[in-house]
């Protein structure tokens, strides 16, 4: 089977590359993504798979179905772009000023619409049904949300994603065991305290030194009150206050991010930095108020499901194709959403060029080597096909 995949895939490439330079000159936006979702689509209905859209507001669902086993695995792949101004200068870069796929979120779109053209073509049937989602708004942290609402999880016994990574070259795979990424959290902090004359901050309570107070002791506090060996970091990221130069501010307002790790911390975390905000204003005769957004939990890849996936990919490609990551990035994604309500895992595609410099995720000339397309539709194909045996 993994020989006709690949002919398959092979086959399929040119196809593939044009999909995804198609979707890559067309981004949208989290949440406005109906001209990809309409493409998506009708390439799914021309695969002859049942198609259902506006799932999840504007999320894609199609169904391949199986026959004997009632075990359904979904493949969950995200389409929307950045508001980031593309400077690639390539041929087929974003025609949207303003906007771009600087996640790689069309290759994702394209490994699973490849994905599904392959599956549709094996010229068997498989034994349990693939359920493909394709989800809109994963930059914002919402669309996963929206899918689950929609019911896009029922009946699934487990789910599969893939998300790329430039720092790993095209043509490898890389397979991580236990938690991907981390939980994000939002947090704002408003400190109130009086305000006065510049010249005189005896005679009132000075906001802007206080916030400064705060920030610094949270920052201080984590390398001695949290356990190193589990990760916390807490940056603030936007700082709002004060009217003129010479006022003492009454009003600070504290805009910032919470990414932990491991479930126990990330439970811990909201009264740990509200006691020390407490304590500080405390001090210094202030008050505050703290609003702590849960925002989306960490990745844990489920072991047997994360073996599929390696096995897979091992077999497809030998060992020089496979790099097990050791530690797990502090990024965020909202397929973390899907597994509150089901076992999945998800791979990192390496997008590299092996000869020149890669820029990172998020940069303005951020570019993948579309020779890693292949690799991902090999690779979540066949990891697919072995799941009703494996499972």
């Keep these: 089977m993994l020989t006709q995949i690949k002919d398959l895939a092979a086959t399929l490439a040119p196809r593939l590359i044009e999909i995804r330079r198609h979707l890559h000159s067309h981004p949208e936006l989290s949440g406005q993504e109906f001209q990809t979702a309409a493409y998506v689509a009708g390439v ?34 995200d389409m929307d772009a950045l508001p980031i101004h593309e400077r690639t200068g390539l041929d087929f870069a974003s025609r949207q000023p303003g906007i771009m796929h600087a996640c790689g979120h069309d290759v994702h779109t394209t490994v699973g619409l490849g994905t599904a053209m392959v599956l549709s073509q094996l010229g068997q049937t498989l034994p349990g049904t693939i359920r493909f989602l394709f989800q809109p708004a994963e930059e914002i942290a919402q669309g996963a949300s929206w899918m689950v609402k929609d019911g896009a999880t029922e009946n699934v016994s487990g789910i599969l994603s893939v ?107 909201p009264a740990w930095i509200e006691q020390i905000v407490a304590s500080v204003c405390q001090t210094h005769g202030a008050r505050y108020t703290l609003n702590y957004r849960r925002g989306t939990p960490s990745v844990q890849n489920d072991r047997s499901l994360t073996q599929l996936l390696h096995a897979a990919a091992d077999e497809a490609w030998g060992a020089q194709g496979v790099q097990i990551i050791q530690e797990p990035s502090l990024g965020a994604e909202d397929f973390s959403i899907y597994l509150e309500h089901v076992p999945g895992s998800m791979f990192r595609l390496g997008v590299g060029f092996r000869d020149r410099h890669n820029h990172p995720l998020h940069h303005p000339q951020f570019e993948v080597d579309e020779a890693a397309i292949l690799t991902g539709v090999v690779t979540m194909a066949y990891a697919a096909c072995r799941y009703w045996n494996e499972a």
């Design 44 to 77: 799914l209905s021309s695969c002859g798979l049942h198609v259902k859209e506006g799932v999840g507001k504007v999320g894609v669902v199609g169904e391949l179905l199986g026959q004997e086993d009632d075990r359904l695995l979904a493949i969950r792949t």
């Design 163 to 269: 998300h790329v990574f430039p720092s790993i070259p095209a043509g490898v795979v890389g397979i991580r065991y236990g938690a991907l990424t981390a939980a994000a959290d939002d947090l704002e902090i408003t400190i109130m305290g009086e305000s006065g004359h510049g010249a005189r901050p005896h005679e009132a309570i000075d906001a802007v030194w206080i916030a400064a107070q705060v920030i610094t002791t949270l920052q201080q506090a984590i390398s001695r009150t949290q356990n190193p060996l589990r990760p916390v970091v807490l940056t603030i990221g936007q700082i709002n206050g004060g009217r003129a130069p010479n006022v003492i501010a009454d009003h600070v307002r504290l805009l910032g991010t919470v990414r932990s790790l491991h479930p126990e911390t990330s439970a811990a975390l």
